[in-house]
């Protein structure tokens, strides 16, 4: 009986062709919950550290002084669980993976607030 399981699975699986896909020629369509990565909003953060402080994996740092925060994508595990804390909702999980990295340090990415001095833009 096994053997006609086998053989149906063989069947298909011929049938079907390759599962993987031909990258880059064809690209990998993600679907809308798919957890690729981290983003914040900079502009509408007021950095209140919530979302470092129950990250599991420590992956985030939030600078109140300098008005930076900062994510390390190799420790981020895509739980979600800093978007759901952020009380302005300014972080958001996008569905499209972080590029690779060659170095470590290169995952560690920053988001910095710029704000113009009340000089700036006056006439
Ligand atoms: S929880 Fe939200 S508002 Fe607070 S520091 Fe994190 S990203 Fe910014
Ligand atoms: S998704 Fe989870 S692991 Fe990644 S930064 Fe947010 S809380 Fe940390």
Redesign the pocket.
Known sequence: MKIFTMTKTVAKNLAQGPATLMYPQRERAYTPIT?GR?ENDIDRCIFCGL?AR???????VVGKEDKEWQ?DRL?????????EVCPVKC?S?ENHYAPSVIARQMAIQRRKLTVSSPEEGSP
């Open positions: 957890r981290i979302c129950r990250c599991p994996t420590y992956a985030i994510i420790r981020c595990c895509t739980c979600n669980l800093c978007v972080l999980m």
